[in-house]
Protein backbone atom coordinates (compact mmCIF):
# COMPACT_ATOMS: atom_id res chain seq x y z
CA UNK A 1 0.00 0.00 0.00
CA UNK A 2 1.32 3.53 -0.50
CA UNK A 3 0.94 6.88 0.98
CA UNK A 4 -0.68 9.27 -0.17
CA UNK A 5 1.60 12.09 -1.94
CA UNK A 6 0.76 15.30 -1.94
CA UNK A 7 0.13 18.82 0.08
CA UNK A 8 -1.99 21.99 -0.97
CA UNK A 9 -0.76 25.42 -0.09
CA UNK A 10 -3.59 25.71 2.42
CA UNK A 11 -2.60 22.34 3.80
CA UNK A 12 0.83 23.36 4.61
CA UNK A 13 0.03 27.18 5.79
CA UNK A 14 -2.73 25.20 8.32
CA UNK A 15 -0.25 22.92 9.73
CA UNK A 16 2.32 25.80 10.42
CA UNK A 17 -0.06 27.89 12.00
CA UNK A 18 -1.43 25.22 14.10
CA UNK A 19 1.75 25.31 16.02
CA UNK A 20 1.40 27.92 19.23
CA UNK A 21 3.32 31.50 18.39
CA UNK A 22 3.60 30.56 14.25
CA UNK A 23 2.28 33.58 13.10
CA UNK A 24 2.34 35.31 9.22
CA UNK A 25 5.13 37.99 8.77
CA UNK A 26 8.22 38.52 6.41
CA UNK A 27 11.67 37.91 6.58
CA UNK A 28 14.01 38.93 4.17
CA UNK A 29 11.58 40.97 2.55
CA UNK A 30 8.92 37.73 1.34
CA UNK A 31 6.07 36.27 3.21
CA UNK A 32 7.07 33.96 5.95
CA UNK A 33 5.67 32.19 9.06
CA UNK A 34 8.05 33.54 12.22
CA UNK A 35 7.51 32.10 15.58
CA UNK A 36 9.10 34.37 18.21
CA UNK A 37 10.29 36.93 15.69
CA UNK A 38 12.42 34.21 14.27
CA UNK A 39 11.82 32.68 10.81
CA UNK A 40 10.10 29.31 10.88
CA UNK A 41 9.12 28.61 6.92
CA UNK A 42 7.93 30.04 3.62
CA UNK A 43 6.87 29.16 0.18
CA UNK A 44 9.15 29.07 -2.82
CA UNK A 45 9.19 28.45 -6.25
CA UNK A 46 5.51 29.94 -6.82
CA UNK A 47 3.92 27.67 -3.73
CA UNK A 48 5.51 24.34 -4.93
CA UNK A 49 8.77 24.45 -2.38
CA UNK A 50 8.44 24.84 1.61
CA UNK A 51 11.68 25.73 3.31
CA UNK A 52 12.14 24.81 6.97
CA UNK A 53 14.69 25.05 9.20
CA UNK A 54 16.59 22.16 10.83
CA UNK A 55 18.69 21.78 13.89
CA UNK A 56 21.52 19.93 12.14
CA UNK A 57 22.63 19.20 8.35
CA UNK A 58 22.20 15.38 9.82
CA UNK A 59 18.98 15.99 10.11
CA UNK A 60 18.73 17.24 6.62
CA UNK A 61 20.65 14.29 5.49
CA UNK A 62 18.09 11.70 7.19
CA UNK A 63 15.23 13.30 5.86
CA UNK A 64 16.88 12.97 2.34
CA UNK A 65 17.60 9.53 2.31
CA UNK A 66 14.14 8.96 3.64
CA UNK A 67 12.18 10.23 0.61
CA UNK A 68 14.33 11.95 -2.06
CA UNK A 69 11.33 12.36 -4.14
CA UNK A 70 10.01 14.99 -1.32
CA UNK A 71 13.07 16.34 0.36
CA UNK A 72 16.12 18.38 -1.16
CA UNK A 73 18.32 21.54 -0.62
CA UNK A 74 20.12 24.16 -3.84
CA UNK A 75 23.39 25.01 -3.02
CA UNK A 76 22.30 28.48 -1.30
CA UNK A 77 21.42 25.84 1.28
CA UNK A 78 23.95 23.67 0.86
CA UNK A 79 25.84 24.99 4.15
CA UNK A 80 22.87 25.71 6.14
CA UNK A 81 20.23 23.36 8.04
CA UNK A 82 17.47 23.44 5.75
CA UNK A 83 15.69 21.68 3.51
CA UNK A 84 13.35 22.24 0.54
CA UNK A 85 9.98 20.43 0.70
CA UNK A 86 7.84 19.66 -2.44
CA UNK A 87 4.53 20.14 -1.61
CA UNK A 88 3.25 17.66 -4.59
CA UNK A 89 5.53 14.84 -3.31
CA UNK A 90 5.39 14.49 0.56
CA UNK A 91 2.99 12.52 2.07
CA UNK A 92 0.76 14.82 4.51
CA UNK A 93 1.89 13.23 8.09
CA UNK A 94 5.38 13.07 6.69
CA UNK A 95 5.04 16.96 6.31
CA UNK A 96 3.50 17.48 9.62
CA UNK A 97 6.05 15.26 11.59
CA UNK A 98 8.76 17.65 9.85
CA UNK A 99 6.78 20.73 10.64
CA UNK A 100 6.29 19.95 14.04
CA UNK A 101 10.22 18.73 14.30
CA UNK A 102 11.37 22.50 12.61
CA UNK A 103 9.08 24.36 15.54
CA UNK A 104 10.36 22.11 18.61
CA UNK A 105 13.77 23.24 17.17
CA UNK A 106 13.05 27.19 16.14
CA UNK A 107 10.80 27.36 19.59
CA UNK A 108 13.98 26.00 22.01
CA UNK A 109 16.16 29.01 20.19
CA UNK A 110 15.87 32.64 22.52
CA UNK A 111 13.61 35.20 20.82
CA UNK A 112 14.80 37.29 18.21
CA UNK A 113 16.15 40.77 19.91
CA UNK A 114 14.23 43.89 18.56
CA UNK A 115 16.53 46.04 16.16
CA UNK A 116 16.96 49.55 17.14
CA UNK A 117 15.87 52.42 15.41
CA UNK A 118 18.56 54.47 13.02
Not at 17 to 31: A, C, D, K, Q
Amino acid sequence: MTKKRGVEVATARRLLLEHPGVVEGRSYGMPSFLLNGRFLARFRDDDTVLVLPLATMAERDVLMELDERAFFFTDHYRNYPAVLVRLAEIPPALLGDVIKESWQYVVALPPKRARRAT
